[in-house]
């Protein structure tokens, strides 16, 4: 519960943010064109609103709505969610949205997605000023990656090394690099101090999405960290931190997985445990719980056991390299789309729960806007697509405004709007409806 609630928080916090911002690129630039702005809300306010202030002599209310599903700009004299058929049946008023050039409309609608991809390369500069680049290199990764079975089945190897790609050297292990090795026809790794090349099959994206096993994960040996307290089994008999655990009953378990595989065998059972010390192989005996359990905690991070690398950046040299990490993720994620519109693309899609789990079940600021840099990344490009009810419907009519000089009128405006937020309600309950499914089909 405490888990579901810390990831629930961040969530909450994660969409604030990224709807206030979203939002005052809307409310600022149709100030900056004298477009008055009658509400203002982060979440949507259905019914009722959590919170709501009218500032004297303001023509705005600002307040917090109770549905999470977005923020609200209420634009004088525009067709939203609102729906104001009243005011739009009057004349139109020089306040109104739809009394201005067609140019202004365009850079009000496109200013909230504006807003989230500059906040995205803010937050991804930010991030590297205050916490730098640190990343395990593949070929620091000593004993290689276990692979799932979806990546077995095309002839990867648990412990293989990945190297490079047909198009690329792989240098850093991650959603890049995933990308990199589905988008490739081969993939050379090191198996056993030789190199190895695996052909990819073209439709290997998804076959992972099918599978849903992910791709890999980084093999490292158990190491003992520390110990939950003076009586554990393996402290009395003697085991250190530091220790590195390289045998259960003399079957070999060169890592994490094996040992945990050797130990669900033996609960409550006497074991011998080979370990290695300073260089040095010893043995020593004890008795398990009845979980199987050694009473240790492991040096559980990979980074604390291969080299890393670090790279710093000062104030001015962070803005660049933001950039540069905002435009390739950016990237990455528009190449993914492609695959929404396949059959395992489609069942992949995911919900809040989905986009929850992103966030880790401990508070780690540096994960945190990582996370929030990415989401208004998506946020951004999914606001942009030319979906009616969406930021891009309304630059799309925008754009054939501008193109034909003819300006579509307020009866097909009002019906595109109502198809518009008729597709995104039924998306919003298919992927949340993919969450559900995916939970209680574990």
């Known amino acids: 519960m405490e888990t579901f609630l810390i990831k629930a928080l961040q969530l909450v916090v994660s969409l604030s943010i990224l709807v206030l911002v979203h939002e005052l690129g809307h409310f600022l630039f149709a100030r900056i064109y004298k477009v008055r702005v009658e509400k203002f809300y982060i979440f949507f306010d259905a019914w009722f609103a959590l919170f709501r202030f009218k500032p004297k002599n303001s023509e705005t209310e600002y307040g917090i709505g109770w549905l999470p599903l977005g923020g609200y700009c209420k634009i004088s004299g525009m067709i939203d969610e609102s729906m104001d058929k009243e005011q739009m049946a009057g004349p139109p ?95 050379t790794v090191l198996r056993q101090g030789a190199e190895t090349t695996i052909s990819i099959p073209g439709d290997m994206m998804q076959r992972v999405m099918r599978d849903r096993n992910g791709f890999a994960s980084v093999r490292y040996p158990m190491i003992v960290d520390s110990f939950n307290g003076d009586n554990s089994p393996a402290a009395v008999a003697g085991l250190l931190p530091g220790d590195i655990i390289i045998s259960i009953n003399d079957t070999p378990t060169p890592t994490i997985y094996d040992v945990r595989e050797e130990l669900n065998e033996r609960k409550n059972e006497e074991i011998t445990v080979g370990f290695s010390r300073n260089g040095v192989e010893q043995s020593l005996s004890f008795r398990t719980d009845t979980a199987g359990n050694m009473g240790i905690y492991i040096v559980n991070n990979p980074q604390r056991i291969y080299p890393t690398v670090t790279k710093t950046y000062n104030f001015f040299a962070s803005f660049p390299a933001g950039v540069g990490l905002g435009v390739n993720t950016l990237k990455g994620y528009v190449g993914d789309m492609k695959y929404i519109f396949t059959k395992e693309g489609a069942s992949s899609l995911g919900g809040f729960g989905a986009i929850g789990n992103l966030f880790p079940s401990l508070w780690d600021w540096r994960v945190f806007w990582m996370t929030t840099a990415l989401l208004s990344i998506i946020l951004a490009f999914m606001n942009i697509l030319p979906i009616p009810a969406l930021d891009g419907g309304h630059v799309m009519f925008l754009l054939y405004e501008i193109i034909t000089r003819r300006k579509p009128s307020d009866k097909f405006l009002e019906y595109a709007q109502i198809t518009g937020m008729i597709i995104l309600f039924a998306i919003l309950i298919y992927a949340n409806g993919n969450d559900l499914f995916r939970f209680f089909s574990k």
């Open 93 to 187: 008023q020089p306040h109104e949205f739809r009394s201005k050039p067609a140019g202004p409309r365009l850079l009000i609608m496109t200013a909230g997605v504006l807003f989230n991809f500059i906040l995205a390369l803010f937050i991804y500069s930010m991030v590297l000023f205050t916490w730098g680049d640190t990343y395990l290199p593949l070929k620091n990764m000593k004993m290689g990656m276990d692979y799932s079975d979806t990546f077995h089945n095309v002839g990867f190897q648990d412990g293989d090394i990945l190297l490079r790609t047909d198009k690329a050297e792989l240098e850093r292990f991650g959603a890049d690099a995933l990308r990199a090795v589905v988008d490739a026809q081969t993939v």
